[in-house]
């Protein structure tokens, strides 16, 4: 143990002092005495924790290698189908769907405490130009004493590692070349991260697990309408009840067959941009371990959601389809009862990141949205009154009146949570969903709208928002993130947050109207830029509501396609939700209500980023992250030199499980 402790201290010296000039003498060493410049590697295995089995880590490191994280996402889209790669793994979480941590979570069969490792799992491995047949004495201490085992050098070696700790390894190789010592520390980094924010922050739009359509229809009734103002469209797979608007049926039998999101109530993806920047960080480095806590929820504001509840959007999936619990708490108040827990059981955990997204509620965007997609007199009428619509003016006085304000108590909010170093938050900006063809505002129409009969985005309002949006919006938000523009901060080199903004030139070609020729087959065959998509004659199209004839359950959410925007279409097609969180006296009673008809279109996502938009968010925001985690400065940690044979070293060979690499307990 004396003796390891004391290479311990040399490779610590020599680090110091230069670690290029001692490799350069070792090699020389090695080529004179006939060795290879034998290493030893290691990394974290499973290390992003909110995977509780380690093939869906394996999964996405094998995708993202060599890749971009868009790259990466469109070769698991083919992959699935388009089906999506989180289908599966969405019952494989160490956060429940009820948004709870599981404490303790079983990760790979180990029980771990989620928020508080004490250990991690690591591979080690012989690496260079390894003897065949050379035999690993390989040694580990952690500081409680040193435990040797020997193994066939070619194979890797499974260990836990103590969290807090520096762990000496040390191979000893022997062949008929020679012996030959090679050592490393091993000191996991984990970083926590926690994700705040709204829709954008959440992953709304890509549910984790999509609603399957049937090829028969649905009906809905419109607003003020008589029967013939009917209209049908795709119903849900495996529905039985009454699709008819006059046979209706309890929404208990609806429910059975809906979307699912790993968390139903915030509509929190595994697709969002923050779960695909906090997994990038995995996959790339190493020698980390990302423990990642999500909190962001649709239809967050900064009072309603940051700092106080807000209502759900959905329930958990049941049999009944009972009633379920009608807010969520506060993402502030969560994050420091997590924190709380976490300090209790290991004083010196902290926070390292906090990705945000924020802003957009607070100025009406989704009012908007609806001002400019809403076309009929009557539905514009009832959603004026309603307030569910607003116009540019109204943005533009919360922007100036409300926005600062509650950005300047959020900063406050956020400083003791990150140490007081608010560069620590990384804030990620909006890209402007209205723009295609290299930056000009989409020109309007029905085209991946005429999913309701009312929508039409009127092309003089979509204009005057999305010059709103690029113009007024998002130059504000990076004011107030940067402390720029007029925007006053108490210390602003203290209160600058980092601000993302790198990925807006790369939407400006893939708004909800960009369309292309490698597009799926489907949407070029099913989805007319002319808005003319769906049967209008309401007895053929409640056998045949698609006009192309193809089954809806040939859509696929997650295809690659041009646009990196979610239109109405694709919002029902992905998800087909309705808002099963509201009050019971506020729910209709028939499924077949003009309200749903209108919510089920938009409510799962519409005007929100693809899987591949958020992963274009995600590398825009992922080298921001590495830079403030400084995962970029480590120094070089693995040695080796050529030693003589141990004359005293005592070996136990160790038997190995069968179908399993080596293992030190």
């Known amino acids: 143990m004396a003796g390891i402790l004391i290479r311990s201290m040399m490779s610590v010296v020599l680090i110091a002092a230069g670690l290029a000039g001692m490799h350069a003498s070792v090699a020389q060493a090695q080529t004179a005495g006939g060795y290879g410049p034998l290493q030893i590697s290691w990394e974290v295995r499973n290390r992003f924790r909110l995977f509780r089995e380690e093939r869906d880590f394996l999964l996405h490191a094998e995708a993202g290698r060599g890749r971009s994280v868009l790259a990466s996402e469109q070769v698991l889209a083919i992959q699935s189908d388009g089906r999506g790669w989180a289908r599966n793994t969405v019952n494989r979480l160490c956060i429940d769907l009820a948004g709870r941590v599981s404490e303790p979570c079983m990760r790979d069969n180990v029980k771990e405490s989620y928020l508080t490792p004490i250990d991690h799992p690591v591979v080690i491995r012989l690496t260079g130009p390894v003897p ?3 035999t690993c004495a390989w040694t580990v201490d952690d500081g409680d004493g040193p435990q040797t085992s020997a193994f066939d050098c070619a194979e890797p070696v499974n260990l836990r590692v103590r969290y807090g700790r520096t762990t000496v390894v040390t191979a000893d190789i022997s062949s008929s070349e020679g012996t030959q010592r090679a ?5 996991v ?11 954008v922050a959440s992953g709304e739009g890509n549910p984790d697990r999509p609603i399957a359509l049937a090829d028969e229809g649905f009906c809905f009734r419109s607003y003020l309408g008589t029967a013939a103002a009917q209209y049908y469209r795709p119903s849900r797979a495996n529905y039985k009840g009454g699709r008819a608007c006059e046979a209706p049926d309890s929404l208990a039998v609806w429910q059975r067959q809906s979307a699912l999101w790993f968390n139903p109530a915030c509509h929190r993806s595994l697709y969002s941009y923050q779960t695909r920047t906090a997994l990038a960080l995995a996959i790339r480095y190493p020698h980390i371990a990302v423990t990642y806590l999500p909190l962001a929820c649709t239809g967050a504001t900064i009072a309603d959601g940051l700092f106080g509840s807000q209502r759900a959007r959905d329930c958990l999936p049941s049999k009944s389809g009972g009633a379920c619990q009608g807010t969520v708490n506060g993402q502030l108040a969560e994050l420091r009862d997590a924190l709380a827990a976490a300090k209790r059981r290991q004083a010196d955990r902290q926070l390292d990141l906090v990705l945000l997204s924020i802003g957009a509620n607070d100025i009406y965007f989704s009012g908007l949205v609806a001002d400019v997609i809403v076309d009929t007199a009557t539905e514009r009428a009832l959603f004026r009154r309603s307030g569910v619509m607003a116009s540019v003016d109204d943005a533009r006085s919360a922007m100036a009146r409300d926005l600062p304000q509650g950005f300047a108590k959020l900063r406050e909010a956020l400083k003791p949570l990150v140490g007081g170093d608010l560069s620590r938050v990384v804030y990620t900006s909006y890209a402007n969903p209205t723009l295609a063809n290299g930056g000009a505002p989409c020109p309007g129409g029905r085209g ?12 003089q309002r979509l204009t005057a928002v999305s010059n709103f949006v690029e113009n007024e919006f998002l130059p504000q938000l990076r004011g107030l993130a940067l402390c720029e523009g007029g925007i006053l901060c108490r210390n602003p080199r203290t209160d600058r947050m980092t601000f993302v903004d ?17 597009d799926p087959e489907f949407d070029r065959q099913c989805f007319s830029a002319k808005g003319d998509s769906f049967d209008s004659d309401i007895v053929t199209a409640a056998n045949q509501p698609m006009v192309c004839g ?6 696929r959410a997650y295809l690659p396609r041009a646009r990196w925007i979610r239109d109405a279409n694709d919002s029902y097609f992905a998800a087909m939700t309705y808002p099963q969180g509201l009050p019971t006296s506020q729910q209709p009673s028939d499924i077949h209500d003009a309200t749903w008809g209108v919510l089920s279109a938009v409510y799962g996502g519409a005007v929100h980023p693809s899987a591949e938009g958020h992963a274009a968010m995600a590398d825009a925001a992922t080298p921001a992250a590495a830079a403030v985690l400084q995962l970029d400065a ?4 693995v040695t080796s030199q050529p030693i003589a044979p141990p004359a005293q070293m005592q ?9 399993r690499s080596g293992g030190l307990n």
């Open 634 to 637: 480590a120094v070089p940690e």
């Open 502 to 518: 790198s990925h807006q030139a790369a939407f400006a070609s893939h708004g909800f109207c960009a369309r292309s020729e490698s």
């Open 189 to 199: 980094r984990d970083i926590f991260i926690a994700g705040l924010g709204d829709s």
């Open 550 to 555: 193809r089954s809806a359950g040939e859509y």
């Open 183 to 187: 050592f490393t520390e091993i000191a």
């Open 448 to 459: 991946g709208f005429d999913i309701h009969p009312s929508f039409n985005a009127q092309p």
């Open 132 to 134: 065949v047949g050379a």
């Open 651 to 659: 070996i136990q060979n160790a038997p190995r499980p069968p179908g």
